[in-house]
């Protein structure tokens, strides 16, 4: 009787579970400790990331405010379609918007990103590329000058 109950619960678990967190992070997130790294994403899943990326960054020894700090300046999502820039800062706000804080005057894309359209509304992509620290990866900046994105190389 037990052994079947766990069972149920199981695959009720993994159902529910596996549409939410279709991808794993977790490697992103390893290599974002030690330097650059990017990925292509679903933009719905942004918040699985950037959550991710927070408890992984802070199990290894960062703040929450140094954490915050990165994001804000040094991780951008760029729309593989259309081209357009979500900036680090706007990506974090959206967290805070979805743990229900209410942001004045928030932008109208924001809650589409929230529900995973891109910011411009004249573009059907549901993706995102995200890059952590590209100004420390030539390859990444190389890439994203093809996009129209320029970003400054860090030294
Ligand atoms: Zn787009």
Excluded at 102 to 126: F, M, Q, W
Aim: include cysteine.
């Amino acid at each position: 009787m037990r052994a079947a109950r766990m069972n149920f619960w199981k695959l009720f678990a993994v159902k529910g579970f596996n549409k939410r967190t279709a991808t794993d992070f977790t490697s992103f997130a390893e290599n974002a400790k030690h330097g650059p790294a990017d990925c292509v994403i679903v933009i719905s899943e942004w918040l699985v990331l950037y959550e991710t990326l927070g408890k992984v960054l802070m199990n290894s020894g960062m703040t929450a405010q140094v954490i915050v700090g990165l994001v804000n300046k040094r991780l951008i999502g760029v729309c593989p379609k259309c081209r357009t820039l979500y900036p680090g800062e706007g990506l974090a706000t959206l967290s805070m918007m979805h743990d229900g804080l209410k942001i004045i005057n928030a932008p109208p894309d924001a809650y589409r990103v929230l529900e995973g359209h891109c910011r411009n509304d004249s573009c059907t992509c549901k993706k995102m590329m995200i890059f952590w620290k590209p100004d420390e990866d030539r390859n990444a900046i190389s890439r994203l000058a093809g996009l129209g994105i320029n970003v400054r190389p860090k030294v």
